[in-house]
């Protein structure tokens, strides 16, 4: 099917009928098929919208952004905030370099689902133990702490 011009240039018609040509045959296809069988299909500058092309798709056009989380683990992902913003000033090593890779991951995390997992949460525990030279004399390490501790039961 090609579609006919608009001013835009977006192929798509004001709405209402089907705007098409006759190259490709154009019509329903066979009985039962559903749609065309074959033609040209042209989009031209699609926004805020999603497009499938087939059979069998599932598309999903949703908000994108930060997932909803409870306060517990709000107030986890800015303490996790607080604490990488104050490891780029401690002296470099690789438990900080660790500790650092992991709270990258947990904010991402955090963001995508709401949550972090028992076991991210783990670990930071233990490279939070691991770096304690340099995050102990930190209040954001001390918050990331309390708020795994109390995420974790203990």
């Not at 909803?68 to 990488?84: F, G, H, N, S, T």
Request: proline residues 3%.
């Amino acid at each position: 099917m090609a579609m006919a011009d608009t001013e835009d240039g977006s192929g798509v018609g004001g709405g209402g009928a089907d705007h098409t040509t006759g190259a490709g045959g154009g019509g329903a296809g066979p009985a039962g098929g559903g749609g065309r069988t074959f033609g040209d299909i042209r989009f031209g500058k699609v926004s805020g919208s999603a497009i499938g092309i087939g059979d069998h798709n599932h598309i999903v056009n949703g908000r994108q952004g930060e997932a909803p989380c409870d306060p517990a683990y709000q107030e986890l992902l800015e303490a996790v905030r607080q604490l990488a913003e104050d490891l780029r000033r401690v002296v470099p090593s690789p438990e900080v370099g660790a500790l650092s890779d992991e709270l990258d991951q947990a904010q991402d995390e955090i963001r995508r689902t709401g949550r972090a997992g028992a076991g991210r949460l783990a670990r930071i525990r233990v490279m939070l133990q691991d770096a304690s030279a340099s995050v102990g004399m930190l209040a954001s390490g001390v918050a990331v702490g309390q708020a795994v501790g109390a995420l974790l039961g203990g």
